[in-house]
């Protein structure tokens, strides 16, 4: 059983908008840093933003302004809103989550959601 479940990938037109979900079966209260990753055909993969259990938010440089995170803490669900996409934003989009529990680190992965951007 998968901890971390994405959807909301597709097909869209540069310019258009997608919002990806990430379903966490881990409590939001052991989780230490949560948030979403990318990788595009022939890159490495690549941060697109994250939360910390504090609060504390993170962008890719790149991305402030068209990408918003957010949570939701009664279903326990991530999500990235996406505006203004274009071909670059093509990439398999993953969520992650990591958390200490018993005094052992864990980290989790999404499977990943295709995004396509046509030009």
């Known amino acids: 059983q998968r901890q971390l479940v994405e959807s909301g990938g597709g097909l869209v037109q540069a310019g258009g908008s997608l919002r990806l979900s990430c379903a966490v079966s881990?409590?939001?209260?052991?989780?230490?840093?949560m948030g979403w990753y990318r990788q595009a055909p022939g890159k490495q993969r690549e941060l697109v933003a994250s939360?910390?259990?504090?609060?504390?938010?993170n962008y890719a440089d790149s991305l402030k302004g068209r990408f918003t995170m957010s949570t939701d803490n009664a279903r326990n669900t991530v999500y990235l809103q996406m505006n203004s996409l274009n071909a670059e934003d093509t990439a398999v989009y993953y969520c992650?989550?990591?958390?200490?529990?018993?005094?052992?680190?864990?980290?989790?992965w999404g499977q990943g959601t295709q995004v396509t951007v046509s030009s």
């Open positions: 939360i910390t259990s504090g609060g504390n938010m």
């Open positions: 992650y989550a990591d958390q200490y529990y018993s005094g052992n680190y864990y980290e989790y």
């Open positions: 881990i409590s939001f209260h052991s989780i230490n840093r």
